[in-house]
Structure formats: structure tokens, C-alpha cells
């Protein structure tokens, strides 16, 4: 079976992580998931962009957020941000737990 180029960061993210303002990864990502977390961080512009810059060239970055704590309007002002970082909207995937959308590195 071949070898899987999966990785991350090797440990859970804590409370105590909390005053940290960087992911801590050092490697480029074909794919990345954030599930019902971007709403928490203190700057999700400022995340995004870092993001960004861990996604290969043409790399898709999934991002769902839960209806519940996050409104259509605060939805679409994360949209912006993220376009405003140079991320493009490929999709607006249904089906997948809340709020979705799918971006291409641009």
C-alpha cells in the first residue's frame, strides 16, 4: 500500500494553545479542513491568510461552521475576508453539518 502524505500537527489544540497566534505547520497542504473552529479564532482574516500560505499552488481549503453560532451575515463576511486574502470560491457545498464552503488557492 502506498505511503499517504497526511500530516499534522501531532497534537490536540488546547485552551492553553490560545495565545498563540500561528498554526505551527511548516508544510504545504493539497488539502485542508476547518471544522466548526474559524469563528473562535481572535482574527479569522489573519487565519485565513495564514492558511492560505499552507495550501499548494491550486490546493482547496474546506471550511464549515455551525448555523447555530454563525450567521448568514457573519458567513459572508468570512467569504469576503478570504477573497480579500486571494482564496477563490469554488463551491458552496450542501450536506456537509452547517454553514460550507469550499476555496481554491488562486
Do not use: C, Q, W
Not at 48 to 56: D, F, I, N, S
Not at 73 to 85: N, R
Amino acid at each position: 500500500m502506498p505511503s499517504s502524505n497526511r500530516f499534522h500537527t501531532g497534537k490536540p489544540v488546547s485552551k492553553d494553545d490560545s495565545e498563540s497566534k500561528e498554526v505551527g505547520l511548516n508544510k504545504r497542504a493539497d488539502f485542508i479542513l476547518v471544522y466548526y473552529m474559524i469563528h473562535e479564532t481572535p482574527n479569522p482574516k489573519e487565519f485565513l491568510a495564514e492558511l492560505k500560505g499552507l495550501l499548494k499552488d491550486s490546493g482547496k481549503l474546506l471550511i464549515v461552521e455551525p448555523r447555530i453560532h454563525v450567521s448568514r451575515k457573519l458567513f459572508e463576511t468570512m467569504l469576503m475576508d478570504a477573497e480579500d486574502v486571494v482564496l477563490g470560491v469554488k463551491d458552496l457545498p450542501r450536506g456537509k453539518g452547517g454553514r460550507s464552503v469550499l476555496f481554491m488557492r488562486k
